[in-house]
C-alpha cells in the first residue's frame, strides 16, 4: 500500500512540474513574438500554473488522506 501512495505522489509532482514547464515554454515564446503583450501574457501565465500547481497539491493531499 505505501508504493502504491508513493508512486501516486511521484506521478502527481511528476504532472505539476510538466504541466508548469509547458505553462512557462509558452508564454516566453508567446512574449518573444509579441514583446508588447508580455505583461498580459504574464498575468495569464501566473493564473494558469496557480491552477496547475493547485491541482497537484489536491492530488498530493488526497494521495495522503487515502493512505
Known sequence: MG????????LSVWGIGIGIGKI?????DAMARQ???AS???SAMLIAA?????AGLFALVLALITK
Open 35 to 37: 514583446p508588447e503583450m
Open 3 to 10: 508504493s502504491m501512495i508513493a508512486v501516486g505522489l511521484g
Open 50 to 54: 496557480g491552477m496547475v500547481e493547485g
Open 24 to 28: 512557462g515554454g509558452s508564454a516566453v
Open 40 to 42: 498580459k501574457i504574464q
